[in-house]
């Protein structure tokens, strides 16, 4: 049997390798544009300089000698002596013991990294239910991991939610060098996630990273929950912000969050509430796309080692991803691209089938008799 080859001339394979440039422009493109122009410089004014120099005075001893005004539940000692690398804050819902579980069994279990400490704690918010909160205190006796503020846990909240997680790590865990606040509902690479930290460029200030959301215009609809009226947030666009499924702080930029928090519209998203902190202290965020944002990302293993985040990963499946991207088996750069490609062109066809299917929904066709 005689085996041929197909010669091809010069234009056609330059025709084929344009081909392949441009399935990996679509692909990955969007990705590349913007870290590029979503990484701008900070601008520094006279009263950026004077928030820094509040944040490093800050005097936190009142807060922490009054703690019953501000915490249910507040491990207080949890940080103490400690240099924690990462500050992993999962926000949770007061009933949702079930999935802190899950989390304490998987990712939340990780408490180094290449020999950098990790802490996971969860917070929360009050619950209407006083059996709840039973639940919750034993909980708390139990693992020990939880924070809980004094304000109702609600989605009208969770900017009272934010301020709260963020003033407990400047007050009880102010050796942390990174602040990562996640929801419940994600599953978090920590690996990857502590590698990429300690092969940041930049010094290890400043820092404010996620999967960043650009030009969003307020809803200005009054009948709407999430209703902005303009005498709150005068602007066309939110500046740009970090989605609020999971982004990472440097413990500086806490800290002049923290005194600027009460110059901030609290009528605003909770991530949106972030954002305009940040801009408020000079800083733009920095987007990576290896945050899902809200995005679910189809399970690939090698896909999955590269990632941070995933959201809404089923219960099921997380301990099994868990355990695959730790069963000590590195990805070959070839196994790297092609879980990639694969999860990148799956998740994009899931959100193609989720826009059709809502589009069904709100577009039923009626069928005569």
């Not at 590349?32 to 001893?61: C, G, Q």
Request: glycine share 4%; net charge positive; aromatic share 12%.
């Amino acid at each position: 049997m005689q085996v041929t080859f197909c010669r091809l001339r010069t234009h056609q394979w330059c025709f084929i390798l344009f081909n392949v440039i441009l399935f990996h422009a679509l692909l990955f493109g969007a990705d590349f544009v913007e870290e590029y122009f979503l990484h701008s410089l900070p601008y520094i004014d006279m009263k950026v300089l004077e928030i820094k120099n509040k944040a490093r005075k800050l005097n936190m001893e009142p807060l922490r000698s009054n703690l019953s005004k501000y915490y249910v539940l507040s491990q207080s000692e949890v940080c103490k002596g400690k240099n924690i690398f990462l500050l992993s804050l999962v926000f949770s819902s007061p009933g949702n013991g079930t999935r802190r579980d899950l989390i304490r069994k998987t990712w939340g279990n990780v408490t180094s990294v290449q020999g950098h400490p990790i802490l996971t704690l969860f917070a929360l918010g009050m619950p209407v239910s006083v059996t709840t909160q039973k639940e919750i205190n034993k909980e708390s006796r139990k693992n020990n991991d939880i924070i809980e503020g004094i304000f109702l846990d609600s989605s009208e909240n969770q900017t009272l939610k934010i301020i709260a997680m963020i003033q407990w790590a400047v007050a009880f865990c102010p050796n942390a060098l990174f602040i990562l606040k996640v929801d419940e509902e994600m599953f978090v690479n920590l690996p990857s996630l502590v590698d990429y930290l300690l092969n940041l460029k930049e010094h290890l200030e400043d820092i404010y990273i996620g999967r960043v959301i650009h030009q969003v215009t307020p809803n200005r609809d009054p009948q709407n929950r999430d209703f902005v009226p303009l005498s709150e947030y005068p602007e066309k666009y939110y500046p740009d912000y970090c989605s609020g499924e999971a982004f990472i702080m440097s413990q500086d930029v806490a800290r002049m969050m923290y005194v600027v928090f009460r110059e901030v519209p609290m009528m605003v998203p909770a991530d949106v509430f972030v954002g305009i902190c940040a801009k408020s202290v000079g800083l733009i965020p920095i987007h990576s796309s290896r945050f899902s944002g809200k995005r679910h990302i189809r399970y690939n293993r090698c896909c999955y080692k590269f990632i941070f985040t995933s959201s809404e990963i089923a219960d099921p499946g997380t301990p099994l991803a868990w355990k695959e991207i730790n069963d000590g088996k590195e990805c070959t750069l070839f196994e790297t691209y092609y879980g990639l490609v694969s999860c990148k062109l799956l998740t994009y066809l899931d959100s193609f089938k989720r826009f059709h299917m809502k589009t069904i929904k709100n577009n039923p066709t009626y069928f005569g008799d």
